[in-house]
């Protein structure tokens, strides 16, 4: 059951920056819980992308940067490139649920 | 460098029992303040936590399938394990297995996973 909602596909030409929504709710985003974002690449296993509501693991170019805000959270790709087609999904823990949660993910298309 | 690695069964009849074990290696499972995690994608679907576990045995499951699943540890071998009882069809999917690091703020998040191993459900 995903309770945190992200629009089901998002495209852009190679160079432009592109946008991913992550709408929650007050008990996970709204109760100041932090986000987490996820890469999933065709067929692998999903990588940590983005932690704690902005901060990029090592190796993660600073092209991707992630944000918070009220009850939502947003990840941001700029200068798209064709190797970033790919699944993502943000993730937070909820008080309701007393779990772990993740979003509806998000399909990136480069045209 | 480490590394987690699902094996188990790719076939379960219905109503059997998912039996899956996450090896831990170039590492300690119990290292302080990391827990462990098993994750699931059903196919063309998004992803699901199952539940997690501390070395020292203390778990935390999802209330959705908390009656039928099971997670334990065995720090000796470096493993810990998931039990999924009375599975049905709507249990197919990618299982993962993966590590729940913890942020300066003290939130948790999946930083290392498995590859994953697909399990279907079916007579």
């Known amino acids: 059951q995903s309770v945190l909602t992200q629009p089901p596909s998002v495209s852009g030409a190679p160079g432009q920056r592109v946008t991913i929504s992550c709408t929650g709710s007050?008990?996970?985003?709204?109760?100041?819980?932090?986000v987490h974002w996820y890469q999933q690449l065709p067929g692998t296993a999903p990588k940590l992308l983005i932690y704690?509501?902005?901060n990029r693991p090592s190796g993660v170019p600073d092209r991707f940067s992630g944000s918070k805000s009220g009850t939502s959270a947003s990840l941001a790709i700029t200068g798209l490139q064709a190797e970033d087609e790919a699944d993502y999904y943000c993730?937070?823990?909820?008080?309701?649920?007393?779990?772990?949660?993740f979003g509806t993910g998000t399909e990136v298309t480069v045209l | 460098q480490l590394q987690l690695q699902e094996s188990g069964p790719g076939l379960v009849k219905p109503s059997e029992t998912l039996s899956l074990t996450c090896t831990v290696s170039?590492?300690?499972?119990?290292?302080?303040?990391?827990?462990w995690a098993w994750i699931r994608q059903p196919p063309g679907k998004g992803l699901e936590w199952i539940g997690s576990?501390?070395?020292?045995?203390?778990?935390y499951y999802d209330p959705s399938l908390k009656s039928r699943v099971t997670i334990s540890v065995d720090t000796s071998q470096n493993q810990f394990s998931l039990k999924l009882s009375s599975v049905s069809a709507a249990d197919t999917a990618v299982y993962y297995c993966?590590?729940?690091?913890?942020?300066?703020?003290?939130?948790?998040?999946?930083?290392?996973w498995g590859r994953g191993t697909l399990v279907t459900v079916s007579s």
């Open positions: 576990i501390y070395y020292s045995g203390s778990t």
């Open positions: 007050s008990s996970n985003i709204g109760a100041g819980y932090d």
């Open positions: 704690g509501n902005s």
């Open positions: 993730q937070s823990y909820d008080s309701s649920l007393s779990g772990y949660v």
């Open positions: 170039g590492g300690s499972i119990s290292s302080n303040n990391y827990y």
């Open positions: 993966a590590r729940l690091g913890i942020a300066v703020a003290g939130s948790r998040y999946f930083d290392l």
